[in-house]
């Protein structure tokens, strides 16, 4: 009754709280929704399979794609064979695989990290869309395409292929979901010379089907059944949902704290402006434990309301939030958001937790409240520092300075980690010593405004230092604001420009040719087409098992002889062998590799190539570098890669060519190319992705620390009725008053901004001194002023609005209202 | 008679022992109390006077378990406050003590009759309805229950206070200058209230002031200077007559 009584009459001084409470369990909730709608989905292509047979998966490897090992196309096809005379099993598809994108525009459609989208017309029955005009292919030549590739029957496209760009005639449109294409359909003879092994079959069977099935099979392969055929979606789709999955948590992470110090502010503040009535309800009878719980109550009927609020604009702000994050790249386009309570419900009593945490601090202080201070005359200013603020303050002060003493002997990465800690230790201290700190320099600050004519200066002056809890309490959101941003974005962009600086200086001068935008890679045709000294390697997988035989994937590279040769004028160390031997089925190595595998050079080694044949390799090399050109673990002839892997690709070709007779020899469509530098700085729209992140949660973290400025303003303005009219009588205007009050909500912005520019500062220094040390040359600081302006302009807007308004509105009545 | 007589402190509702209460320390110490032995008898209001900073406060709080004396013993309705915790004694104060004080310090978000009602709430009982409601009428705001003490006057919100200091049926009230802040009709109707509540109900009152008015309402005058018990009036037939109490206090404030 009490909680909620209090709740009625005072309920200026919860709105910080609820607003925050509910923006964080809105946060929430449409995070959850969202998560929710990210779950794996049958990729339409395949939908219409009752079953999916998939070749054994390789155990996962860290940095790389989990591969299934393929069966060849002849295997596979025995295998739908047998698959296909069981009962109740109308058709078994082997769905064969090649790399194609249409050409439009000079780009390529869909993305570049997608798996190959070329397939035979027989996998088309497996989809869930079907023809809307045109028919089948019927000729080597022909293509059914995705509408939205914007090409109609009889229509002549240009396929991106591993073999090269190639010229198709539409026979047909399909109409499948999303805004990326949903494949290309060729004939069966044509989809088989151009693809590689076989890791699925899709069949379609009656329900009693799959235990025959997997009885067939045994563990020679999988049995996707109902949900589980998810397990087939598009990698793409696996690494947004990772992304997501990140920063979502991330965002969450940041929400639930902010929304944790926002009431953990607001309610100390409002304790303590309480302190009277405590006192009273103690004096009344209440035990020290009744006012703690007094306290919570309140926290949580708020966190309730909140709940209540935040769920329904969770509810109603889903939808967007998804499609704003389907925006930046985080999550696929055609996110549809279904609406669910227990996400809701989670966040709700997640609201309420952050309530009760942020809560307890505040309430232990209202229980050590006497039950005399009621009986006391004059509100006195308890000290404002606390032993735990004391003790607090002084322990993050020493970590920050620990942090900044190990800097200089640490690596230059854990010089970011540890300047980054020291930062937000610094922080942390500057906002629990706060009201220690403060006294010297608001008399500092204050020095030229009590210079001014009027009395404002002067009684700025005079009620910050004597409310200096007040001042401490508005400016530690706009410090922790302002750090945030300078720090989070400060150092983001200046790792940005210094590795893109020490990319380009690493690869050198020279030109670099890539695929067309989206493009997922160079064919062998555009690559030897490049003039000059042009060096490159074809990217294949193998899958090797070991004597324990256990399977595991590697990456091999092919390279040209030409290539070889350049490249071990290089970086690159012959150890021993031959690498003039580096033709037909040899291989060669790092040596760490090859003791870590137990080979020795002359070894014959079987692996599974990517068309699902057994390669005997022999090793004839080892060679030293830091990386295998093309980063593979094994490097072996560019022939020998294409003869096992007709799907191949390479990433890219370096050469030493002038760029403009590169660009002229590659006239035909299907590569891009750059000089070094712009190429070492494009990395795939990462940082774009990276820079709408941080945005993201820069907003977030100045989001609520306006509220928490906002919240503390207005509840120190309606505590200083009495202080405005004094101000009256003395002969103030209305006006003069509100002049005072936005004098002093300046100040508590310039002081926030100021200490927190110091700190970030500071910190974004020895970062940029440690990422100078580790690239051998001076990086340049750069400071997102816009940001920066941005933030400190919306808190100040907000603090001046916070407080000025209700200032001057008391002020026009507190004469008459005495 | 002389052999059945039960001890005196037996009826008193209150008794200090040599009770002394030192602020601060070193140079700085000032002692409010210095060493006072004094009780309160059931039944009987008592009015404590002194010269401003004699100690009159300190020595309410001191007996109401407010706050704890640097020495002596303090025993309230048979119980010792000195070894109680810090929620034992709310206990007691809750249960065998009320207050009425010169800022009437209710609940501002409560109304009249959930003010009343606090004590008992934080006791943990359901107050009934009708014990509240007979409390208001008892000091004569029934029609009030529902406001708040932003829409009362000083005497009302006084009167409210009675209420609650009177609802868990203490042993003794104690007031400190209840009438300080009322004009003067206001003052007499809450110091009749009182009267008639020792009268009729055999209320135990300590009360606080330096109106020899308001202390001619008590059947026993308490004057302290310094922290020491200096004088006392006691009734002899009637109560103590407000101009015999002023000449005393005057005498007490030249003397300091
Ligand atoms: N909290 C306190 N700290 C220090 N000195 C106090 C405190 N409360 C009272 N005193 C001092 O103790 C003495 C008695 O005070 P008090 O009991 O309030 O006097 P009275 O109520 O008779 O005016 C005064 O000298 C006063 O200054
Ligand atoms: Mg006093």
């Known amino acids: 009754m009490l909680s909620l009584a209090t709740l009625r009459s005072r309920w200026h001084a919860f709105l910080g709280t609820f607003a925050a409470l509910a923006a964080g369990v809105a946060l929430l909730g449409a995070t959850g929704l969202v998560l929710l709608a990210t779950e794996p989905r049958v990729p339409a292509r395949l939908a219409r399979a009752d079953l999916l047979v998939q070749a054994p998966a390789n155990p996962a490897v860290a940095g790389a794609w989990q591969l299934r090992r393929p069966w060849s196309q002849a295997e596979a096809a025995e295998l739908a064979g047998r698959l296909g005379a069981l009962d109740g099993v109308s058709a078994a598809v082997p769905d064969v695989a090649f790399y194609a994108q249409a050409l439009v525009g000079g780009a390529a459609a869909g993305d570049a990290?997608?798996?190959?989208?070329?397939?035979?017309?027989?996998?088309?029955?497996?989809?869930?869309?079907?023809?809307?005009?045109?028919?089948?292919?019927?000729?080597?030549?022909?293509?059914?395409?995705?509408?939205?590739?914007?090409?109609?029957?009889?229509?002549?496209?240009?396929?991106?292929?591993?073999?090269?760009?190639?010229?198709?005639?539409?026979?047909?449109?399909?109409?499948?979901?999303?805004?990326?294409?949903?494949?290309?359909?060729?004939?069966?003879?044509?989809?088989?010379?151009?693809?590689?092994?076989?890791?699925?079959?899709?069949?379609?069977?009656?329900?009693?089907?799959?235990?025959?099935?997997?009885?067939?099979?045994?563990?020679?392969?999988?049995?996707?059944?109902?949900?589980?055929?998810?397990?087939?979606?598009?990698?793409?789709?696996?690494?947004?949902?990772?992304?997501?999955?990140?920063?979502?948590?991330?965002?969450?992470?940041?929400?639930?704290?902010?929304?944790?110090?926002?009431?953990?502010?607001?309610?100390a503040f409002g304790t303590h402006q309480r302190r009277r009535e405590f006192a009273l309800l103690r004096l009344v009878g209440a035990v020290p434990r009744q006012v703690r719980h007094t306290v919570y109550a309140e926290a949580v009927m708020v966190s309730l309301a909140a709940g209540a609020a935040g769920s329904v604009l969770a509810a109603a702000s889903a939808q967007w939030f998804a499609d704003v994050l389907a925006g930046a790249k985080i999550v696929r386009p055609d996110l549809d958001v279904t609406l669910t309570w227990w996400p809701l419900a989670a966040a709700a009593a997640a609201g309420t937790a952050v309530a009760v945490l942020g809560v307890g601090s505040a309430c232990r202080r209202a229980a050590k409240v006497a039950p005399l201070e009621a009986l006391r005359t004059a509100a006195v200013e308890t000290r404002p520092m606390t032993r735990a603020r004391w003790a607090g303050g002084l322990l993050s002060a020493l970590l920050a300075a620990v942090m900044a003493a190990t800097l200089t002997g640490a690596g230059a990465e854990s010089a970011v980690r540890n300047a980054t800690v020291g930062a937000a230790a610094a922080v942390l201290s500057m906002a629990l010593l706060g009201p220690a700190l403060l006294p010297p320099l608001l008399r500092v600050a204050c020095r030229p405004l009590t210079r001014l004519p009027g009395a404002a200066g002067l009684i700025v002056r005079e009620s910050s230092l004597t409310g200096v809890r007040r001042i401490a309490s508005a400016t530690a959101p706009v410090?922790?604001?302002?750090?945030?941003?300078?720090?989070?974005?400060?150092?983001?962009?200046?790792?940005?420009?210094?590795?893109?600086?020490?990319?380009?200086?690493?690869?050198?001068?020279?030109?670099?040719?890539?695929?067309?935008?989206?493009?997922?890679?160079?064919?062998?045709?555009?690559?030897?087409?490049?003039?000059?000294?042009?060096?490159?390697?074809?990217?294949?997988?193998?899958?090797?098992?070991?004597?324990?035989?256990?399977?595991?994937?590697?990456?091999?590279?092919?390279?040209?002889?030409?290539?070889?040769?350049?490249?071990?004028?290089?970086?690159?160390?012959?150890?021993?062998?031959?690498?003039?031997?580096?033709?037909?089925?040899?291989?060669?190595?790092?040596?760490?590799?090859?003791?870590?595998?137990?080979?020795?050079?002359?070894?014959?080694?079987?692996?599974?190539?990517?068309?699902?044949?057994?390669?005997?390799?022999?090793?004839?090399?080892?060679?030293?570098?830091?990386?295998?050109?093309?980063?593979?673990?094994?490097?072996?002839?560019?022939?020998?890669?294409?003869?096992?892997?007709?799907?191949?690709?390479?990433?890219?070709?370096?050469?030493?060519?002038?760029?403009?007779?590169?660009?002229?020899?590659?006239?035909?469509?299907?590569?891009?190319?750059?000089?070094?530098?712009?190429?070492?700085?494009?990395?795939?729209?990462?940082?774009?992705?990276?820079?709408?992140?941080?945005?993201?949660?820069?907003?977030?973290?100045?989001?609520?620390?306006?509220?928490?400025?906002?919240?503390?303003?207005?509840?120190?303005?309606?505590?200083?009725?009495?202080?405005?009219?004094?101000?009256?009588?003395?002969?103030?205007?209305?006006?003069?008053?509100?002049?005072?009050?936005?004098?002093?909500?300046t100040l508590i912005v310039a002081l926030g901004t100021a200490l927190g520019g110091v700190v970030s500062g500071g910190a974004l220094l020895v970062m940029r001194s440690a990422l100078a040390d580790m690239i051998g040359h001076p990086v340049p600081l750069t400071l997102p002023w816009g940001v920066i302006t941005g933030i400190v302009a919306t808190c100040l807007a907000i603090a001046l609005a916070a407080s000025v308004i209700p200032a001057y509105r008391a002020s026009r009545h507190s004469l008459a209202t005495s | 008679m002389t052999v059945t007589e039960r001890p005196a402190h037996a009826t008193e509702a209150v008794q200090l022992r040599q009770v002394s209460r030192v602020y601060g320390t070193g140079d700085r110490a000032v002692t409010?109390?210095?060493?006072?032995?004094?009780?309160?008898?059931?039944?009987?209001?008592?009015?404590?006077?002194?010269?401003?900073?004699?100690g009159k406060s300190t020595l309410l709080h001191c007996a109401a378990g407010l706050d704890r004396p640097t020495g002596?013993?303090?025993?309230?309705?048979?119980?010792?406050?000195?070894?109680?915790?810090?929620?034992?004694?709310?206990?007691?104060?809750?249960?065998?003590?009320?207050?009425?004080?010169?800022?009437?310090?209710?609940?501002?978000?409560?109304?009249?009759?959930?003010?009343?009602?606090?004590?008992?709430?934080?006791?943990?009982?359901?107050?009934?309805?009708?014990?509240?409601?007979?409390?208001?009428?008892?000091?004569?705001?029934?029609?009030?229950?529902?406001?708040?003490?932003?829409?009362?006057?000083?005497?009302?919100?006084?009167?409210?206070?009675?209420?609650?200091?009177?609802?868990?049926?203490?042993?003794?009230?104690?007031?400190?200058?209840?009438?300080?802040?009322?004009?003067?009709?206001?003052?007499?109707?809450?110091?009749?209230?009182?009267?008639?509540?020792?009268?009729?109900?055999?209320?135990?009152?300590?009360?606080?002031?330096?109106?020899?008015?308001?202390?001619?309402?008590?059947?026993?005058?308490?004057?302290?200077?310094?922290?020491?018990?200096?004088?006392?009036?006691?009734?002899?037939?009637?109560?103590?007559?407000?101009?015999?109490?002023?000449?005393?206090?005057?005498?007490?404030?030249?003397?300091?």
């Open chain 1, 479 to 745: 410090m922790l604001t302002v750090s945030f941003a300078v720090l989070l974005v400060g150092s983001l962009t200046t790792s940005q420009e210094a590795t893109a600086n020490e990319e380009a200086t690493r690869v050198g001068a020279g030109v670099a040719v890539t695929a067309v935008p989206h493009g997922a890679g160079l064919s062998r045709e555009v690559a030897a087409a490049v003039p000059g000294d042009a060096v490159y390697a074809v990217q294949s997988t193998v899958y090797y098992r070991d004597e324990k035989g256990h399977w595991s994937q590697r990456s091999i590279s092919g390279v040209s002889p030409k290539a070889l040769a350049a490249v071990t004028r290089g970086h690159l160390k012959l150890v021993a062998g031959d690498l003039t031997r580096l033709t037909g089925g040899a291989f060669a190595t790092r040596p760490d590799l090859a003791e870590a595998n137990g080979w020795r050079l002359g070894d014959a080694v079987t692996v599974r190539a990517a068309n699902g044949a057994d390669w005997r390799m022999r090793l004839v090399a080892l060679v030293d570098g830091d990386n295998l050109p093309g980063g593979g673990e094994a490097l072996v002839a560019e022939d020998a890669v294409y003869a096992h892997d007709p799907t191949a690709l390479i990433p890219v070709v370096f050469t030493d060519a002038p760029r403009a007779e590169v660009t002229a020899a590659l006239a035909a469509p299907g590569a891009t190319v750059r000089d070094m530098v712009t190429w070492a700085r494009d990395d795939g729209g990462f940082s774009t992705l990276i820079w709408t992140f941080v945005m993201i949660l820069v907003t977030i973290s100045a989001g609520f620390g306006a509220l928490s400025i906002a919240n503390t303003l207005l509840m120190a303005v309606r505590d200083r009725h009495p202080e405005f009219r004094l101000l009256r009588l003395a002969g103030a205007t209305p006006r003069q008053v509100a002049g005072v009050i936005a004098t002093e909500s």
């Open chain 2, 72 to 256: 002596g013993k303090v025993v309230v309705a048979g119980t010792d406050l000195g070894p109680l915790t810090e929620t034992a004694r709310t206990r007691l104060r809750r249960a065998a003590i009320g207050f009425v004080f010169q800022s009437f310090n209710l609940m501002p978000a409560l109304t009249a009759e959930q003010n009343v009602a606090l004590p008992l709430l934080l006791a943990g009982a359901k107050p009934p309805r009708d014990a509240v409601r007979a409390a208001l009428a008892e000091v004569g705001l029934a029609d009030r229950a529902r406001h708040r003490p932003s829409e009362l006057s000083g005497g009302q919100q006084q009167r409210v206070a009675i209420a609650r200091a009177l609802i868990t049926r203490p042993a003794v009230v104690f007031a400190d200058e209840p009438t300080g802040a009322l004009d003067t009709g206001s003052s007499r109707e809450v110091l009749g209230l009182l009267r008639r509540l020792i009268d009729q109900h055999g209320l135990t009152v300590v009360m606080v002031t330096h109106d020899p008015v308001a202390a001619a309402y008590a059947d026993r005058v308490v004057f302290l200077a310094d922290g020491r018990v200096a004088d006392e009036l006691t009734a002899a037939g009637g109560p103590p007559a407000a101009a015999e109490i002023a000449t005393r206090m005057a005498r007490l404030e030249s003397a300091c």
């Open chain 2, 32 to 54: 409010a109390l210095d060493a006072v032995t004094l009780g309160f008898r059931s039944g009987t209001g008592t009015a404590v006077m002194g010269p401003s900073g004699s």
């Open chain 1, 113 to 267: 990290e997608d798996e190959p989208q070329g397939h035979g017309w027989s996998s088309a029955g497996l989809a869930s869309f079907g023809l809307t005009a045109g028919r089948a292919p019927a000729a080597a030549g022909e293509v059914v395409l995705d509408e939205t590739i914007g090409a109609a029957p009889g229509d002549r496209v240009t396929l991106l292929t591993a073999a090269g760009p190639r010229p198709y005639t539409v026979s047909g449109t399909v109409d499948g979901p999303g805004e990326y294409p949903a494949g290309y359909y060729v004939t069966d003879a044509e989809a088989a010379r151009l693809g590689a092994g076989v890791t699925q079959i899709g069949v379609r069977a009656d329900a009693q089907a799959a235990d025959r099935v997997r009885a067939l099979l045994g563990d020679t392969a999988e049995v996707l059944v109902g949900d589980a055929m998810t397990a087939a979606e598009p990698v793409r789709e696996i690494r947004l949902r990772e992304l997501a999955g990140l920063a979502l948590g991330m965002i969450t992470g940041l929400g639930t704290f902010t929304s944790i110090f926002v009431v953990a502010s607001t309610f």
